[in-house]
């Protein structure tokens, strides 16, 4: 536990302490889940990705909106942040039709109340990036919820700010990426308020966790794709004929070595900084 912090709630990746009335420590740990099961076996450096990758948009975000950053550690995962009174939805934005908003186009040729175009394909880019808010589950996945249904969560006035903001990140996340050979096909965010009422950017930003990251040059719409994230992972559990309940299954070392890899990998390609550069100076994706 860190020195003179209270441990007050673990979540599937993180751990959260409280330093004092105004300031919590966001520690992120190596563990991994899938099928919404937090897995025996760790990643190693996964937290780091994590932190490093979002101290990075964080650092290239605050035009956009404030983020609730004080610093990061030396140890490359754990984060000083603003206390914040979270809303209770998650603001995601999709620029492709992909995993649940796929499957509620399947069924309905909607998504988050979005009427969408007729024909779309697996993974295939939308006319524009939408807004589709989530609810926050305590167990199980998030639902995916209409623009009034979040309102009356929010309020209508905040939530198109909100809005405004998501696309907005989005729009920046996906810029910069695609500069770089790599498609930012989705991604979720979580804001809250500040004392004063202000919304700030919270928890993480544009990571393997919370976005799909796509290799370019194997985008290929009509089926699922390649990603830099859990893939490894999935598909090894799947091949288990695993339940997809607790416990889960150990993971084989090629499996953690291949997922570690595609996540370093991420951090390369979109911070553009070494990732043991990083490991000895967590303070280098804050500047620029």
Known sequence: MPEAATHVASGKVREIYELDSERLLLVASDRISTFDVVLPTEIPDKGRVLTGLSAFWFARTRDIVPNHVLAVRDDGRSTEVQRLRMLPIECVVRGYITGSGWKDYQATGTTSGHTLPTGLRESDRLPEPIFTPATKAQTGHDENIGRDEAAALVGKELLAEVERIALELYGFGAEHAAARGIILADTKFELGLDEGGRLVLGDEALTP????????????????????????????CESLGWDKTAPGPELPEEVVAGTRARYVEAFERL???????????????SAG
């Open 271 to 285: 911070t553009e900084i070494p990732f043991d550069d990083y490991l000895a100076d967590p303070r280098v994706v």
């Open 209 to 236: 966790d919370s976005s799909r990251f796509w290799p370019a040059d194997e985008y290929e719409p009509g089926r699922s794709q390649p990603s830099f994230d859990k893939q490894y992972v999935r598909d090894y």
